[in-house]
C-alpha cells in the first residue's frame, strides 16, 4: 500500500477540495485525481460522489477513511518506536490546544523545554476545543489540551490544571473600588465571548442556579478583543485569570470582588484510550504536570 495515496484521500476529505488538497500534498489537481483512481481500482469500489461542485464521501469512502487514520497513525507509531531505540531525544511533538492554553499557558513552557531537548521541535494546532477534539480523532495532533471533559469515546481526558475567572473591568469605567454588589455589576453592560466557547460554558453554569441578570452590550469570539474593549470602558467582562494575569499587573485591567463568585475553569488532556505516547510526548507532559504541581501555575487567591 502506499501511504501516499491515503494521505491525498484524507487531504481531499479534510478541505472538500481537490484543488486544496493539491496545494497541501504538493501535487497538480491532475495528479491528484490520478490517485484518488488508483485508490479506487485497488479497491474495487467508488470513494467520491460528485454534485455540482462539491464532493461527497461514499459509504465506502467513510469505511476506508477510518482504516486510512488508523494505518497512518500506525505508521507514525513505527517510526517512533524504531527512533526510540536510539539514545537521542528528536522529532517533533505534534499537539492540538484551545485557544486560551494555547496562547496563555503553554508557551511558557516550550523554552525552557526545549533548552533541556534542542533537537525536539513543536507543532501546534490552535483553535475551539470541537475542532481540537477531531484533530486528535483524525490522528493530526497525538494529544490536545481543552477546556471541558467532551467524554466522547474513544477519546480519554485527564484533569490538567484550573484556572480561576474574573470579573475585570478597564481603569475608563472609573470604577475606584475593588468590590462590588451584584445589583451594582448588572448596570455596567457585559462583553460575553461566543456560544461555544469554553469559558463562557464554565460562567452561565455559574449563572444558571442564581438570579443574576446581565446587561449585554458585546458578543465576541476572540479572548484579546474583549480585553481592549474592556480596557477602553464598553463594559466589564469575565476571563481566566491566566489571559489577563499580565494586563492586571501592569494596570491596564482590574479585578473585582463580587459575592461568592469564584467558578473555576477546569483544563484537560485528551488523546485516544490506547494511545501509545512517543518518548518527546511522554517527556514534555511529564514535565508539564511537574512543573504545575510545584508551582501551582497561574491560580490566583480569590
Not at 147 to 155: F, N, V
Not at 277 to 285: A, C, I, Q
Request: charged share 30%.
Amino acid at each position: 500500500m502506499n501511504l501516499d495515496l491515503l494521505k491525498t484521500f484524507i487531504s481531499i476529505v479534510k478541505h472538500n477540495s481537490v484543488s486544496k488538497a493539491s496545494e497541501e500534498v504538493f501535487l497538480t489537481q491532475p495528479a491528484v485525481s490520478k490517485q484518488i483512481r488508483i485508490l479506487e481500482k485497488q479497491y474495487g469500489a467508488k470513494l467520491f460522489e460528485k454534485e455540482k461542485s462539491r464532493l461527497f464521501l461514499t459509504e465506502s469512502g467513510k469505511t476506508l477513511l477510518n482504516y486510512a487514520y488508523r494505518m497512518l497513525a500506525l505508521y507514525n507509531e513505527s517510526i517512533v518506536a524504531v527512533n526510540e531505540q536510539k539514545d537521542q531525544v528528536r522529532g517533533i511533538v505534534k499537539m492540538g490546544s484551545n485557544l486560551t492554553l494555547g496562547i496563555y499557558v503553554l508557551p511558557r513552557f516550550f523554552r525552557s523545554f526545549g533548552d533541556t531537548y534542542p533537537e525536539l521541535k513543536f507543532e501546534v494546532y490552535l483553535d475551539n476545543t470541537e475542532r481540537v477534539i477531531s484533530a486528535i480523532k483524525r490522528g493530526d495532533v497525538g494529544f490536545g489540551f481543552i477546556g471541558r471533559d467532551p467524554e466522547t469515546p474513544p477519546l480519554v481526558t485527564s484533569p490538567f490544571y484550573k484556572d480561576r475567572l474574573k470579573v475585570v473591568v478597564g481603569p475608563k469605567l472609573g470604577l475606584k473600588k475593588r468590590a462590588i454588589s451584584w445589583k451594582e455589576l448588572e448596570k455596567i453592560p457585559f462583553i460575553r465571548r461566543e456560544k461555544g466557547s469554553d469559558i463562557r460554558e464554565t460562567y452561565e453554569a455559574w449563572f444558571k442556579e442564581r438570579p443574576v441578570n446581565l446587561r449585554l452590550r458585546m458578543e465576541l469570539n476572540n479572548t484579546e478583543a474583549i480585553k481592549i474593549a474592556v480596557h477602553f470602558g464598553l463594559g466589564f467582562s469575565i476571563l481566566p485569570w491566566c489571559t489577563i494575569e499580565q494586563e492586571v499587573r501592569w494596570g491596564l485591567l482590574q479585578t473585582l470582588s463580587v459575592p461568592y463568585f469564584d467558578p473555576l475553569q477546569q483544563f484537560y488532556v485528551s488523546h485516544f484510550k490506547e494511545k501509545k505516547f512517543s518518548k518527546p510526548e511522554r517527556l514534555f507532559l511529564e514535565y508539564i504536570y511537574n512543573f504545575i504541581e510545584k508551582e501551582e501555575l497561574l491560580l490566583p487567591p480569590i
